[in-house]
């Protein structure tokens, strides 16, 4: 009887334990919501949401948190329940549903939530200015949406990127394939600090780091931290590499909250030696976001006084080993708001950098802007459009070395939270970083008159291709529908879909009629490019169309999209002398279209495949010979699949290099090989993993479709070659 009285009380005392848990774990993700944990404290919340259905501030506190992790989706549906269930709504309510409506591009509404945030301010109150500004900036929205930047954005991935600010890239030339960034993420040295630099933590906030990451196989590693001897319990910013990167420059700062550019050895060899930069030019006031052109020229962002307003760019200009006064670079460039992160390209005349102008499409835009040698001035600034800009803050732009690619960051949807890294892969290159002028830059124009040249590019008529008549989309033949199907035309510089109106309303039709109809979309592009880069650039072309095909989300599964990159052109990219042949390079700058299962519904419909002329003079086979390869059963081998661009000199060493996957597959994968036998195709796949890449598999194909496991054992009596693989997949 003692027993069971001392088991009852154990039991009573567990329950009671778990009864008071909810309460205590809400206790916990309130003081987490508090310090702006929001990731941690949604974690919480999510365990005890059903237990406090009647607690209508939590969903407030959920749709907060969602809203700075980036799921604007759910951020909508907390909040929005929130305001129309409180009796009286937190003051920041329709502010966090206008700019997660803002994020989504969602314009129109989310101008209706600042209308009614505005109205709750009072007259004087100093933030009516910033969603005044907002406001513009929705209404401008749209047409900077019509503004494509010619690039194929995506993200460096989850090895670089953290839910903490990640930003600002640069390069050691002595380090190879390495990039180096700053991050504030929870592996900082030092923990959770607070003002006066002592351990915090509840209220104390992760100080940035440097980190670095290693390209290995084409894909980026784990990115790691540098040691102590570089970051300390302050915070480190990355900003450049001097020297042929034996140096360092960071921007440093101290316990009494102050910055300051500091110099440091990055060598193993040497002795730590940390010295200030000697900044002459820097103010009382905020300097930051330094770019250094050479070690004698810079470029950075300064509240100081003087200025048009907020945040302005300046130079400054090194003379006997003293950096000058800065120069402001004038109305052309600043303005009554910020401009920020600035980055100077290599011919010394493109200005890139961040302004949160009302013209732009929300918060911070990327924005170009040229010096003109000849009048000595500014041309007037350029938006860089879509998708390098978003309706969040993007800044930090650098253009790699060679032209085609830059880095950026970014905290717009779809990242993992905060500023995420990303790159973009622009279709043809940025001449204006391939090769330095005279003067090297605006600024030695400016000093120096008498250095004028003229560098007015010479222009060039390119005469305009109409690969194929315009056709209706569908015809009729008797009882039977012909769906009339192009290849897909797009534009060298943005990507843009050219003249397929018909064919992309003929693709549309035939996906709502026949469910089972299966469409591969193939992209190709000329050889002007990184024909590496390409394979990846080429999958995303296809499937920003896929996108503009899909009505519902059944269809993502009966479109199957391929990049083939420059590897099957239709006609000679090159005149005979070896000069470009720029109806050639067009042609080859195409989508093609590919119809599957629907041999069943020959008496409803067909297909017409309306193939492009090509004159004898200029047209190359190489597509013919890889369409009649597909017919049958092929393998090819699948090296590796990942969600960014993957780079690897294995794609040059093997012929039939591709990229394919689902339109809303996240990962791309990427294969190399087209064999008609599993003989040959595993010597491929042999040689494959003796370079590196164990996990690297063989895929069987009928007329081009992949075919799954399940399908090979149905098929192998009609394709005996299937049997080995079979065999070679169960040993």
Known sequence: MKYISSLSIVLLFCATLTAQSPNKIKKEADQLFASKNYEKSLNEYNKIKNKYTKDIDIKYKIGVCYFYTNNMDEAIIYLKFYSQNSPKLAPLTNYYIARAYHHQNNFRTAVHYYKNHLRTLASNAPERERLKRL?????????????????????????????????????????????????????????????????????????????????????????????????????????????????MLLLKGFADGHKEIVKENYDDDSIEVILPFALNASSHHWDGDHFFVSDSLMLFSSNRPGGYGGRDLYYSIQTNGQWQIPVNL??????????????????????????DHPLSMGGYDIYKAIFDDSTRTWKPRQNLGVPINSSADDKNFFLDKDGLKAYFSSNRIGGLGGFDLYSAYFRTRQQEQLQAQTPNHFVAVLTNITSLVDNTPISHTVKKLTPTATVDPTTTSGAKTVYNISPIYYNAQTGKIEGARNTILALK????????????????????????????????????????????????????????????????????????????????????????????????????????????????????????????????????????????????EFQHATTEKHPKDVNVKYMIGLENSFVAIKRTLDQVIQKGFPDAEIIPYINGIRITEDEAQVLFTEYPDLKQLLEYRSN
Not at 202 to 217: A, E, F, P, V
Not at 331 to 354: Q, V, W
Not at 600 to 605: G, P, S, T
Request: aromatic share 8%; glycine share 6%; net charge neutral.
């Open 330 to 355: 004038g109305p052309k460039i600043n303005t009554e708001y910020d401009e920020d992160a600035p980055f100077l390209a290599k011919n010394g005349r493109h200005l890139y950098f961040s302004s």
């Open 135 to 247: 406001i513009i900036q929705c209404t401008n929205g749209p047409k900077v949406e019509q503004i494509n930047s010619g690039a194929i954005v995506a993200t460096l991935g989850t090895k670089i990127n953290s839910n903490a600010d990640d930003y600002r890239i640069c390069f050691n030339p002595r380090v190879a394939n390495t990039i180096f960034f700053s991050s504030t993420r929870n592996t900082a040295t030092g923990g959770k600090l607070n003002q006066n630099n002592i351990p915090d933590p509840i209220n104390g906030h992760y100080r940035s780091d440097i980190y670095k990451s290693t390209l290995n196989q084409g894909s980026w590693m784990d990115a790691t931290p540098l040691s102590s001897r570089y970051n300390t319990n302050m915070s480190e910013d990355i900003i450049s590499f001097f020297d042929n990167g034996y140096q």
């Open 509 to 652: 039709k035939l996906l709502a009629r026949h469910s089972e109809a299966m469409i591969v979309l193939s992209g190709h592009t000329d050889h002007s490019g990184n024909s590496i880069n390409d394979l990846y650039l080429t999958i995303k072309q296809a499937e920003e169309l896929s996108n503009e095909l899909i009505e519902n989300n059944s269809q993502n599964k009966q479109i199957w999209i391929r990049g083939c990159g420059q590897n099957y052109p239709i006609a000679n990219n090159q005149n005979f002398d070896g000069s470009p042949n720029h109806i050639g390079e067009k042609m080859n700058r195409r989508i093609n279209v590919d119809v599957y299962n629907i041999a069943h519904l020959k008496d409803e419909m067909s297909i017409n495949i309306i193939a492009p002329k090509v004159s004898s003079v200029m047209q190359n086979l190489a597509y013919t010979r890889y369409q009649k390869q597909l017919k049958g059963l092929t393998y090819k081998v699948q090296v590796t699949e990942t969600a960014t661009l993957f780079n690897h000199s294995i794609f040059k």
